[in-house]
């Protein structure tokens, strides 16, 4: 009786720990759940409206499908599968509310462009992004939602992977012109001075053989707390397009 006790215990625990854990995510019966997880739902027949979840991450394939108008003039109008990525917290329950326009007219302008808002039952925001697939020519019955899916996401996987490539380049550049600066401006100085050494000599010469020349504009140069900036400036102009364009990237994501 014991050890029966102890089992009862731990079943009601689990069960328990299970409901503390689930989560559920419902549509108003003109939507249609199409996928969960990449799963079909299964349901051809009847619309499935309703989905169990765990908490953490999640995808839902979602459409708008009703059957709209009078008895003697009706029509079944849908719109093009919407991707929802969520990430559903503990317990918590989503419901997608939307409007259901009840003129054939006003529902295909809705299924061309429909809107929703996703609410959590306990409250607190819903963590969700989605997308509508591309209406594509030809035969909607044989479409390979999932391929398409599948192809969308490869590209977004490839864009992500660019931007973190185009940014450790820029990052690279940046710290190759911080660490040469003190040569660099070394040498500048040293030309610097040997010019303005040669410009002397060469005025002494030829005051000595003419008549002083009206004094000149005075010509600004570069403060010494410029040297980083003019690094910067000089690295930037010998760079290609595409080296800037990445250079220009990273700034922007620096401020």
């Given at each position: ?24 995510f ?53 719109s093009?599968?919407?991707v ?42 819903v ?14 019955f ?85 040297t ?28």
């Amino acid at each position: 009786m014991r050890f029966l006790g102890k089992t009862v215990t731990l079943t009601f625990a689990c069960i328990a720990s299970f409901n503390a854990l689930a989560a559920s995510f419902s549509t108003p019966t003109h939507f249609e759940i199409m996928y969960v997880d990449k799963q079909s739902t299964g349901t051809f027949s009847l619309s499935k409206t309703d989905a169990d979840l765990t908490t953490g991450p999640h995808q839902i394939v979602v459409r708008y499908s009703d059957n709209v108008g009078s008895n003697s003039n009706s029509e079944i109008i849908k719109s093009q599968p919407i991707v929802i990525n969520l990430n559903v917290k503990e317990n918590q329950d989503i419901v997608l509310s939307a409007k259901q326009p009840r003129s054939i007219s006003k529902a295909k302008k809705f299924a061309d462009k429909p809107t929703f808002n996703l609410k959590s039952k306990n409250g607190g925001a819903v963590d969700s992004t989605h997308y509508v697939l591309p209406l594509k020519s030809g035969m909607q019955f044989s479409r390979d939602y999932l391929e398409e899916i599948a192809a969308i996401e490869a590209t977004q996987a490839n864009a992500t992977a660019a931007a973190v490539a185009t940014t450790s380049t820029a990052v690279a550049a940046s710290n190759t012109v911080k660490a040469e600066p003190t040569t660099t401006a070394s040498t500048s100085t040293t030309n610097t001075a040997a010019a303005a050494t040669a410009v002397v000599a060469t005025t002494a010469a030829v005051a000595s053989n003419e008549p002083a020349a009206a004094p000149e504009a005075d010509v600004v140069m570069p403060s010494g707390d410029n040297t980083e900036l003019q690094m910067l400036q000089f690295w930037y102009q010998r760079s290609d397009a595409a080296t800037r364009k990445a250079f220009q990237i990273w700034v922007i994501q620096q401020q």
